[in-house]
């Protein structure tokens, strides 16, 4: 019985849902906060990236894992870092 159905059935992903995959524009996208992190700190340093953006958790203490908390509590701080990146990755292209 099934084999008839899907023989006699012109259509048979008919129902399938289509999946869009359109490039996105947007720069980050599959980019995570810890990434963007590792990334500036290993080509600027934690010295030169306090001094790029000033945020305490880059001059007092640095460590990946206390920064990624703060710039996941402050958007503000968080699209400063997004917008160095952004530009790094521009200029080293």
């Given amino acids: 019985m099934l084999i008839f159905i899907l023989k006699n059935n012109p259509c048979p992903n008919k129902h399938k849902k289509k999946h869009m995959t359109s490039p996105t524009t947007d720069p980050l ?3 995570t906060l810890k990434a963007i992190l590792e990334q500036l700190v290993a080509h600027y340093g ?3 990236l ?3 953006i000033r945020i305490n958790c880059f ?3 640095p460590s990946i894992n206390s920064s990624l908390k703060f710039l996941r509590k402050t958007p503000w701080a968080r699209a400063k870092v997004e917008e160095l990146y952004i530009e790094f990755t ?3 292209k």
């Fill in 50 to 52: 306090d001094k790029c």
């Fill in 59 to 61: 001059s007092i203490n």
């Fill in 29 to 31: 996208h599959g980019i």
């Fill in 46 to 48: 934690w010295e030169e």
């Fill in 90 to 92: 521009r200029t080293s």
